[in-house]
């Protein structure tokens, strides 16, 4: 290409670098939009049906204090609605309890002394995956409905919060909600099969189409450079 520039007039050459140029913008929309739909399935592809989002110090405690929080899909937006946290500790009675509303339906974790035996008991939504109510250190998956714009198009989805109640007897007593399990392709999820034993697939979001973009733009200008130097 340099020689054949070297034979031709300045008018020549400009228009030779101006075809060079347009064949050079051509390939870069080719090959960003090769790279942005390669990554999109990569990503559609690593979600399996049923997903899960580990929650990390969503709990209130007699011992740890309150970090409850209502958004369980990391949005920045409320899914869930947390009323009525408390907890009761009583060291001469031996009473030790954390308790929360989620939705309007009580969550508890509690130790108690009754006819001079230390017992223990916890209390769920019901209509999930788990005993509804039961003693020592217990999880439960509790039925919920909510709402994400990266999940299932922002569509109303139902799924399963799990909420760990356990006591640490006559020391202390804790609810945590440890993760919310739903179907990423589907706004609802039968429970069948589910168990609080079964760890899923971490849900990851999407990225958006610009997100994706620029991901190819940053690679294809990253080879650009190597192939230069």
Known sequence: MKKQATFCDKT??????????????????QSLAT????????????????VQITLTGNKISTT????????????????IIITD????????????????????????AQSF????????????IGGGVGEATGSGSIKYLNPISFTD?????????????????FTVEQVSATVA?????FDDASTTLATTGLSTGTTYTTFVPE????????????????????QAA
Request: charged share 15%; hydrophobic share 40%.
């Open 12 to 29: 020549d050459s400009f228009a030779i670098m101006k075809l060079n140029t347009t064949a050079s913008k051509s390939r870069l929309v």
């Open 35 to 50: 790279v942005t739909g390669t990554l999109a399935a990569t990503v559609a592809s690593s979600q399996a049906a049923t």
């Open 64 to 79: 740890g204090g309150n970090t409850l929080n209502a958004d369980v899909t990391g949005d920045l937006t409320n899914d």
């Open 85 to 108: 946290a408390s907890t009761r500790k009583s060291v001469v009675a031996h009473n030790y309890g954390a308790f929360v509303k989620v939705n309007g339906v009580r969550l508890s």
């Open 113 to 124: 002394i009754e006819s001079s035996t230390v017992k223990a008991k916890a209390q769920f």
């Open 149 to 165: 714009l990266r999940i299932n198009g922002g569509a109303l989805t139902q799924g399963y919060l799990e909420v760990h109640s």
């Open 177 to 181: 909600l440890t993760r919310l399990i």
């Open 207 to 226: 990225p958006s189409s610009l997100g994706l973009l620029a991901l190819g733009a940053g690679g294809l200008l990253a080879r650009r450079r190597r």
